[in-house]
């Protein structure tokens, strides 16, 4: 299994601002997720974040709005940009484990980010 | 605030009653396929998963279907509890450029005593 971390769990942002969101996971992991969750709504994948490499961004989702770090196995940031209200939403980030048969991906307890 | 799934299909279950809760899957490359619950201010938590070369699988009180003629994943709660209440979603993974998970619409379930 694996235990994660989001910092902040929630926070309230002006427009114009940047927020970034911490995820800490308690063991290495290969590869590391974000997702976007708007309210009542399922996940959206942003990007996918791999230790050594470039993020790789879906569609509709660009560096320079939500640039990501991932510095080591255990760590990652996202950061929202230029924030407007459209931006409000729950921020989620997760890990893939693998063994030799099996692969779950574990989720963060997410951010709630609220653009005024 | 607002919680998760509160614009969501919404399937009301009576407590100890069986849940069936269904996704339609987009891709038929897709070779594995996960069942997720969601409680309100946390992240999805995986419940059980199925493989594209099998068609049924079963956990605890929890059984996946996969009929991939028609792209479509079940979850089936046996003994339906309270405890489940939750959003449940579906996800199919896929190789495009990098390897990703896809999450379906979702379904809120209600369980009523």
């Known amino acids: 299994s694996a235990v994660i971390s989001q910092k902040p769990s929630r926070d309230i942002c002006q427009r114009g601002t940047s927020l970034t969101i911490q995820c800490q996971v308690d063991?290495?992991?290969?590869?590391m997720f974000w997702y976007r969750q708007q309210p009542g709504q399922s996940l959206t994948l942003i990007a996918t974040?791999?230790?050594?490499?470039?993020?790789?961004?879906e569609s509709g989702f660009v560096i320079d709005k939500f640039p990501i770090s991932r510095p080591n196995l255990t760590f990652s940031t996202l950061t929202v940009s230029n924030m407007s209200p459209e931006d409000s939403s729950i921020y989620l980030c997760s890990v893939e484990k693998r063994d030799r048969l099996n692969y779950e991906q574990y989720f963060g307890p997410g951010t709630r980010l609220t653009v005024t | 605030g607002e919680s998760v799934g509160l614009h969501l299909p919404t399937l009301s279950v009576q407590e100890g009653d069986n849940s069936i809760i269904n996704c339609a899957y987009s891709?038929?490359?897709?070779?594995?396929f996960i069942w997720y619950k969601q409680e309100s201010g946390k992240g999805p938590q995986f419940i059980i998963d199925?493989?594209?070369?099998?068609d049924k699988r079963q956990g605890q009180r929890v059984t996946v279907l996969l009929n991939k003629t028609v792209k479509h994943l079940s979850l089936q709660i046996a003994a339906t509890q309270p405890g489940d209440s939750a959003v449940y979603f579906c996800?199919?993974?896929?190789?495009?450029?990098?390897?990703?998970?896809?999450f379906g619409t979702g379904t809120r379930l209600k369980v009523l005593a």
């Open positions: 891709n038929s490359a897709s070779d594995y």
């Open positions: 996800a199919e993974t896929v190789m495009s450029g990098t390897y990703k998970y896809i």
């Open positions: 974040a791999n230790q050594g490499s470039e993020a790789t961004y």
């Open positions: 063991s290495q992991v290969t590869m």
């Open positions: 199925i493989r594209s070369n099998m």
